[in-house]
């Protein structure tokens, strides 16, 4: 079973990492605000829910039922803080051209052309040190 939630939930975030889009609009950020707020409701439903089962229908014991509340809500908070981590990297890499542009107009354009070849390669990097922190997080979760 916990192979099974581990798998969904690593599906389900290196999906989020990889089809990431690079620049953030204010809508984005709306919505990354919103899963926080449902990242920090679902658990309490998804407890009664689960205590529900486990009192009602003696699927599983309680203390059964608190662990996969706490497994769970665990999983989620790690997919939105990957979420948020892809904005923020976003966010940082534009914001640094967006200063240079300003205050560092005489060099942007080296700059600029600079940045057209090395970037991709750097948020490719990037993504994949992500992946492998919600691959070790997951992996402490449902596997530990």
């Known amino acids: 079973m916990n192979a099974f939630f581990f798998a969904v939930f690593l599906t389900l975030t290196l999906v989020q ?3 990431a889009k690079q620049a953030f609009t204010a809508r ?5 605000g919103l899963m926080l707020v449902l990242v920090i409701c679902a658990p ?3 407890g009664f ?3 529900w089962l486990a009192q009602s229908f003696s699927l599983f014991s309680v203390a059964t039922a608190k662990r996969y509340t706490i497994m ?3 999983s989620f908070l790690c997919m939105w803080g990957v979420h948020l981590l892809a904005a923020l990297l976003g966010a940082v890499f534009s914001g640094i051209m967006g200063a240079h542009k300003k205050h ?4 942007y354009d080296n700059l600029a052309e600079a940045c057209r ?3 991709p390669g750097l948020r490719v990097i990037v993504k ?3 992946s492998y922190a919600s691959v070790l997080m997951l992996t402490g979760i449902w596997l530990g």
């Open 72 to 74: 769970l809500s665990m």
């Open 117 to 119: 070849t090395v970037v």
């Open 44 to 46: 309490v439903v998804i």
């Open 17 to 19: 990492i990889w089809r």
């Open 104 to 107: 560092n107009s005489q060099h």
């Open 128 to 130: 994949l040190l992500v």
């Open 28 to 32: 984005q950020w709306l919505h990354t």
């Open 49 to 51: 829910v689960l205590k």
